[in-house]
Structure formats: structure tokens, C-alpha cells
């Protein structure tokens, strides 16, 4: 489990360096405008959506694991602090038995004594789409490039 949380967190620490380095890149590839531009710039888009959304979600999978870590350890650490923030009235606090996590996608749920479940809160809720739609978005990108390149050459060829 501290491998995970270790991998995890080298993701989170990471994504932002390669977003970065890819978005410079993309800038020069279109300021530059060479041969082969667009096939650059589209490699370089899909490769910045691509470590958005695996940031995004590492991001999500570090939040669970640390609210995780935080309601298994300690003194005053049942119910879950987040279960007790997130409880629907003050009163069912005293209803919470236990919690569930889950990594795909990240959520944190709190679970009542009648087996109801309720979000926690420790993921930001439009965490989800934004995964999914840099997911989607790497993946259309880098097909367009992929036919591009293949237009590429056979324009070149012929």
C-alpha cells in the first residue's frame, strides 16, 4: 500500500511537469511551423491530454488513500472525518459503521448502520469528467495524428 501511495504521488508530482513541458512544446511546434507541424503539434496535444487525465485521477486515487490512511490510524479517527463533514443531518453520525473506498473512479464512501451510502466528499466532484473528457480527448488527438502522419506519407511517397 505506501508503494501505491508512493507511485502515486511521483504521478501527481510529475503530471505538471510533463504538462508543461509538453505545452512549451506545442507552442514551438506552431510558432516554428516546419514541415511536419502539424503531425508535432498533435502528438504533443494528445500527449498533454493524456498526462491531464492521468494526473487528474492520481490526484483522486492520492486524495482517497490519505482520507484512507487518516480513519484507520488514531485516536478520534471513527467514524471518518470526512464521513462526519459529509453527514446528511448531525444525527446520523452516530449511524456510521464503517467506510469504502474505491480507486476506479476515486471515491470515498460512508456507509450507515441501515446500509445507506453517502459520498464522503473527498474527491472534488468534477474530477470525473475532466478524467474523461482529457481521456477521450488524448485519444481522438492521437489518432488525428496518427492519420495525418499516414496522409504524410503518402503524400510523400506519390
Known sequence: MVLVFLVTVAVVLLSPVVIVWTFVGTVFALVRRRRAWRIVALRRLATL?????????????ALVMLEVSQSTHGADSSPSHACRNAAPDPGSIRRITRHEAGYLPPRFDCVMDDGTKYSGRVVPAGLGPVVLVS?????????????????????ASA
Open 135 to 155: 481521456g477521450a480527448g488524448a485519444i481522438v488527438l492521437g489518432l488525428a495524428a496518427r492519420r495525418t502522419s499516414r496522409q504524410a506519407a503518402d503524400v
Open 49 to 61: 491530454s493524456a498526462a491531464f487525465a492521468v494526473g487528474s485521477h492520481a490526484l483522486g486515487v
